[in-house]
């Protein structure tokens, strides 16, 4: 993907040169930027974003994507978007992101296209997963008081007693995906227990962002001693048909589709 965008940016290059013209004509040059998000000054829809000192305009017709959802497919009750743009990206905290605003502080990754008369850049498209923390490992201990494993009091702690703790992210911007077994199966957590034994651990992939603040335990009257890992997507590493969901309902998981176009 990076060669074919090196390629298609030394084209528009090309083009330029050739377009150019008395009146210094511009040429849109695709640009892909990925870093910290250092500076935002939005309005409801529109605005302008600071990444790695580049300037990036969002207009209205920039899409706002999380890994789990986008701006204009999460929606509220009347079927309009449940954010606009300033509150998808400078709206409410992220759980253990108290002193950072939305996405502030956060890593965004921005397509769009500079336009060569102007400098400027338009997004077509912000992307952010807050910060891509990623842990695989055992799974040493868990607290299970709900089929998903996602109440408002469940953990799993990965990796021995000193490990990270993960805790669901409930934020619609990013919100955590079912918990789900190797085959990509939803597991009922209280049908069955998810730690292992030595002889034969649950191994697992967990996927979100690391908390700035201290957030765990979650027991609201209990002092916060340690950060948390706060994911949206985590799965076991093993086929678990004691832990399914719905073991009486014959069920598909596709791991990998191809579409071949025909006639």
Do not use: H
């Not at 920039?62 to 009347?78: D, F, K, M, Q, W």
């Not at 992939?205 to 985590?234: C, H, M, N, R």
């Amino acid at each position: 993907m990076f060669k074919k965008f090196m390629l298609s940016a030394v084209a528009a290059a090309a083009l330029a040169g050739v377009c150019s013209t008395a009146q210094a004509q511009g040429v849109l040059v695709p640009v892909e930027i990925e870093g910290r998000l250092s500076a935002a000054n939005m309005q409801t829809n529109t605005g302008t974003l600071t990444v790695m000192n580049n300037t990036v305009l969002v207009t209205e017709q920039t899409e706002l994507v999380s890994p789990t959802g986008s701006r204009s497919t999460i929606l509220n009750a009347g079927g309009t978007p449940l954010f606009n743009a300033r509150s998808w990206i400078l709206g409410a905290s992220f759980n253990g992101r108290s002193t950072s605003p939305g996405l502030l502080g956060g890593t965004v990754i921005v397509t769009g296209e500079l336009d060569t008369a102007t400098g400027l850049i338009t997004a077509s498209e912000v992307f952010s997963d807050v910060a891509e923390n990623v842990v695989l490992g055992v799974i040493s201990a868990a607290n299970c008081t709900t089929v998903t494993c996602q109440g408002p009091n469940d953990w799993i702690r990965g990796n021995g007693p000193t490990g990270p703790v993960f805790i669901a992210n409930r934020n619609q911007r990013l919100r955590a995906g079912v918990i789900s077994d190797a085959g990509l199966f939803e597991i009922n957590a209280l049908r069955g227990s998810l730690v292992g034994t030595p002889e034969v651990p649950t191994t697992f992939g967990g996927e979100g962002y690391f908390s700035d603040d201290k957030i765990f335990p979650l027991a609201a009257d209990a002092p916060k001693t340690e950060q948390a890992l706060v994911y949206w997507a985590f799965e076991l590493g093993e086929n678990r048909p004691d832990l399914i969901r719905r073991p009486n309902v014959p069920e598909i998981s596709s791991l990998r589709i191809r579409c071949t176009e025909g006639d």
